[in-house]
């Protein structure tokens, strides 16, 4: 167990609907990333999150957004869906200054 | 641009031969390295790490050691077992970036 909690495990629904994931951190980890995993792309860097600021930015789409609360937590938003977003979503997080991220355990989006 | 490059899969051995899976890096800069392994239905789980040139990760019988000259972080292992049957993705982070760059992943089974 990583200490990284994602919600929901799996998610199925429609092509044009809009979905948030949810991550909880490990505890003192003020860094969240969020990584896509998909058949054909592999796995993605999407955003990252740094004590509530966004740090970093990769191939995310337009119609996804982000978020890092004062808690911590992190939500990642998914809006108008596309059969392409079907994939895997991690949350992954780190203290400050070290390279090595702990991953949680994803969320599958099926959109139908 | 930076980016990791590791063999083809599927990778099919017998328990108790030895594994070898080739990873190659391209980097601006000076790379920390990493192994992930995924076992089926979970999240990532950080193997090994070596964060400079020369250093040596192991974790599990699993070893890879950071060559600069080659840049490469090829993972070895001297005798598999069942319960390694799993896909493993070589990483790379940036200092000052420290989003994670995957390479494609090598699925391996080992039958006993």
């Known amino acids: 167990d990583s200490g990284v909690t994602q919600t929901p495990k799996h998610l199925i629904t429609a092509t044009g609907q809009r979905v948030t994931l949810r991550c909880s951190p490990r505890?003192?980890?003020?860094?969240v990333y969020w990584y896509q995993q998909s058949l054909d792309q592999g796995l993605q860097f999407l955003i990252q999150y740094y004590n509530g600021e966004e740090r970093a930015k990769g191939n995310i789409l337009e119609r996804f957004s982000a978020q890092q609360f004062p808690d911590l937590h992190s939500e990642l938003n998914l809006s108008s869906l596309e059969l392409g977003d079907s994939a895997l979503y991690f949350c992954a997080s780190s203290v400050s200054d070290s390279p090595e991220q702990f991953f949680g355990p994803g969320t599958r989006l099926t959109v139908l | 641009g930076n980016s990791v490059t590791q063999m083809e899969g599927p990778v099919t051995l017998s328990e108790e031969a030895f594994l070898t899976i080739n990873c190659t890096y391209t980097a601006t800069g000076y790379p920390s390295l990493f192994w992930y392994v995924q076992y089926p239905g979970e999240g990532l789980q950080l193997l090994l790490k070596?964060?400079?040139?020369?250093d040596k990760g192991s974790n599990k019988g699993f070893e890879a050691t950071y060559r600069k000259e080659t840049t490469s972080f090829h993972l070895e292992k001297g005798s598999v077992q069942v319960s390694d049957s799993a896909v493993y993705f070589c990483a790379l982070s940036l200092q000052g970036a420290q989003k994670l760059v995957f390479g494609q992943g090598t699925r391996l089974t080992i039958n006993p």
């Open positions: 505890s003192g980890d003020l860094s």
């Open positions: 070596a964060t400079k040139a020369d």
